[in-house]
């Protein structure tokens, strides 16, 4: 079990994340932006040499994203604009548990912990790994998520609710002028 640690972004949706040892040594990049199609985040190892990549293949309100590791498709998610996100990443077999507002997230896999994530007082990520495998697509779906938040918060969903309203839905059509006007 060791501990990196991330940045948060600068910028909204763009920018670049440090992702560094407990000693501050840069381990990773966090770079790209996300929240239109087409748009990739990358993670780079300390030469900047691309390891992974997210790449947004739809957008609306349920956009759908490729996550790539060395340039091969190993698997693929969807994700809402609501603030709790639970994610399935198909063929890793991964889920993704995370609270976006309180920058808390968890990756597991059927029935064991493969990393978590909360902030810091410093306001960092500190990213807890259970072991090497895959590290830089753990941290690379952090990152991600941490960078969704900005996303979520700037097109906030919200779901009407039909049993509290102040004015009627369906206002009736007429073909009279209302009673103020001359």
Sequence with gaps: MHHLYLSQSLKERSGTTTVTTYDQTIKYFVSGQIGQRHNQLTIFNDAYEPLATITQISGGLLPRFILSNQDKQVGSFGISLKRHELLYINTLNWFVLGRLEKRHFQISMVNHQLANAYPLTDNRLK???????????????????????FIAHRY????????DTSSPLVAPFSRSKPYNLK
């Design 156 to 163: 906030p969903l919200s779901w009407p609710n039909l049993f």
């Design 127 to 149: 990213v807890t790994l259970v072991n090497h495998d895959q590290e830089n697509l753990l941290v690379l779906i952090i990152a991600f998520l941490d960078r969704w938040l």
